[in-house]
């Protein structure tokens, strides 16, 4: 005889919780993690981004997508930098 998983989603107002439910008990309950979350950017900055998805032929189609390719640029960048400060940081070690 087989288990039956499911997962059950609970919104109450904002607050969204799941449960791992085997057969007809709960196993897990907790906080569900959104895929996407907001984040606010000054009046200036916005004004910037709408010229460039209105006013040019770069293939960005929305503000969204102009943010999301610019913070994975600036993301391997920086990461690629901490990469190379750790290098560093073991040549230094081994001299």
Known sequence: MSKRFSIGIL???TYVTKFLY?????????????EHQGASLPIELLKR????????DLGYTSRADFVKESVRQKLDEVERKLLELEKLKKELRER
Request: proline share 4%; net charge positive.
């Open 11 to 13: 919104y109450f107002r």
């Open 49 to 56: 981004i709408d010229y460039i998805v209105k006013e040019t």
């Open 22 to 34: 085997i057969g007809r008990q709960i196993i897990y309950s907790g906080p569900m993690a959104k």
